[in-house]
DNA sequence: GCAGACTCTGACCGATCGGTCAATTAGCGT
DNA sequence: ACGCTAATTGACCGATCGGTCAGAGTCTGC
């Protein structure tokens, strides 16, 4: 085995074969994609991606673990720097993240109750609950949740099935898309402030 | 056969089935689903549903039709009506339908384009696009398009997908939800008026 | 150049997929 | 009670599913 950390191939193959899986399970679904699909996608044979990942749920499981690992650092990083850590910049960094694991996102929101089983799914249900509390800062009212929702859903939806709307190359760039974001989710987040609670 | 209106067999099991197949094709997704798992939550043999659907596509076709037209009827009466028909109607109105056919609406929002041969998805497509257009009033700038993404798809991932984050019994009633949304997509939409554009 | 590990693949397995079909059962007009 | 039609079903089909396995190709340290 190579010491060099330099691209291995056994690397190399893995992260071609995580990315087309992911893309098939967030256009297909995860029960909708063959192992033979994100082969022939990859340029692999069915039997080379059961070499590198010991099923389909494990390949499912590392394709989006960066993501979780992302959330659960940005959550992290806020959550203990409680004094100087601001909402606004919580929230860009979370439509950060969002663009960059904008597929990973997906199929967690829109697979998610199905494929409750598995550890890394758990994980991110964990992580997205903690989210909603630093989000919402214990008020929990209706009002709260339905705008957490929203902004979380909807930006994920954007993101990916969304795309399909966008009449052919009016489609913003991914810079546009994060700076709209960033705003456009704040003020969501951010009611005009009633006197109401 | 019977001149009788009154629940026939025949439409009763094919009531049956599109149901038990929506929610199916809303939670593991459209290839996900098997005949099989349709046939058994609705208590039939696989065979008794290619006896009332030619075919897979053709139950789903089926399944998410009311939806559809729903959707067309809403935006034909807003459209023809220019002058009565105010925006917050609209909204409204739309916001009853997206809980009335909150599965149909999530499986075309998370699934419409793998599923984008089928000619009532279109129908669906060409419908979204009208009422982006009625909603946004000719005014396309991008932050329009994420405000109406967002309103869109995060309704729909809150009445479905959105409901497992919600803790055990917390989960607000229908009446709740419609009156949260109608108000919080409203304010979405229209916002603080901002001298720019 | 040789040995041993690493990577990749085709052949194969039982199970399940969507779909066809002939036969059986249930319901209704007469 | 009979006969016709509509409704339902099990048996069956080829294709594909996720997964196993033994072997061929490739690379590296010595």
Request: hydrophobic content about 45%; overall charge negative.
């Amino acid at each position: 085995m190579p010491t060099d950390a330099r691209t291995t191939s056994r690397v190399r193959a893995a992260d071609e074969l995580k990315h087309a899986a992911l893309e098939q399970f967030a256009t297909v679904g995860f029960a909708g994609t063959s192992l033979q699909h994100i082969a022939d996608e990859a340029g692999y044979a069915k039997s080379s991606v059961l070499y590198h990942f010991a099923s389909k749920e494990a390949l499912l499981e590392a394709a989006i673990e960066p993501a979780v690992e992302g959330f659960e650092d940005v959550l992290e990083v806020f959550l203990s720097a409680r004094r100087s850590g601001r909402r606004g910049e919580l929230v860009d960094r979370v439509v950060d993240l969002l663009l960059e694991h904008r597929e990973a996102v997906h199929v967690f929101l829109t697979q998610g109750q199905s494929l409750s089983e598995l550890p890394v799914i758990a994980r991110a249900n964990v992580a997205v609950r903690r989210l909603a509390s630093a989000v919402c800062e214990e008020r929990e009212s209706v009002d709260d949740q339905v705008r957490f929702g929203i902004a979380l859903g909807g930006a994920a939806f954007l993101l990916t099935a969304g795309r399909s709307f966008a009449d052919e190359s009016t489609l913003p760039s991914d810079d546009e898309m994060r700076d709209a974001l960033r705003r456009i989710i704040a003020e969501i987040l951010t009611p005009a402030r009633t006197p109401s609670n």
